[in-house]
């Protein structure tokens, strides 16, 4: 039995619209930073047939829906495939029985599936090392077939998921450009409400193409956006980077808005959040930006200089819950437990 843990991430070029939805092949390139919390934990060892358990961050076991133990399936199904390209068609002989305790509250408005499938990506790494060794990047190819986003966690620090192209299974993959020790950056995250949202992104990301705006926006990160964001980065430029994640967050919601069916994730409430921080920025002259996924919780990035003063602003939100992570180093082998036969 193998042990795996991992924790979702920040995206800030974002990942929205497929190009092939059924395998989770981007349309464009995004870039994230890996979390250090709150974490998933995924048991996972051979099985005749497929086991998905669930637990709480209270312990209590969560009652999987059939589209929840759906999506493992397929997930595996999908693995298998990848796994017989690469040569190694027995490395998962029948299926898996899968354990997930996670960490994040639910809602809490950053993605748990991006936590939740590099976590499983690891840990079927590790699973399977006696047949076949997967590198990182075919690891990240994995998280990438069970959530787009998971496929950049399963790295550390600062990490692209490169669209690629065509239609392979491998064409899109997460790619690394600095790890975890190259900028500690904080992501303070400001949650209106815990209420689920009614659209997920799996069933979002097909409505991209019907916007008018999506075109522009696959262009704008594949011939600019992304380099910015990664140059950014890489030179630690602060300033360059806030310009750039907040273009690409307002463009994703303006594509979001303009798609049929419109999907309006902020709320007044992320208005409010977002007036605030940028009137306190301005005003202090604080290094902070703000970027939102697909849900109205606001995730405040800034450095060790304005950290206290963000966190402040943060918990003085009315009925906002605030949850606090930083630059983390993506999926981890956490034990392994020979099985005894
Ligand atoms: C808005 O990775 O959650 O958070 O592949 O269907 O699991 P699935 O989608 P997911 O989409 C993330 C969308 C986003 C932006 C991002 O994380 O890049």
Known sequence: MITASSSPNSAWIKYWGNRNDPLRIPMADSFSMSLDGPNVEIDIDHSPELIVHSFNPDGTEKILGEKHVARFGKTLDNVKTYLTKLGAPDAIPASCNITVRSNIPSAVGIASSSAVFSCLAKAIQGLIAETYELTETQTSVIGRIGSGSAGRSVHGGFVALVAGEGEEIDSAYGKQFADENHWTLHDIIVVPTMIEKKIGSTEGHPTAHSSPHYSDRVDAIMNRRQKECIDAVLAKDFEK????????????????????????????????????????????????????????????????ESVDRVREFAYAQEGCKVFEAKTGAGAKIIKELATVA
């Open 241 to 304: 980077l806030t310009y750039v994640c907040e273009e690409d967050v307002l463009d994703m919601h303006m594509v979001m808005q303009t798609s049929t069916p419109a999907l309006h994730y902020l709320t007044n409430d992320t208005h409010r959040i977002t007036d605030g921080i940028i009137e306190l920025r301005t005003s202090e002259h604080l290094p902070v930006f703000y970027t939102m996924d697909a849900g109205p919780t606001v995730q405040l990035i800034c450095t060790d």
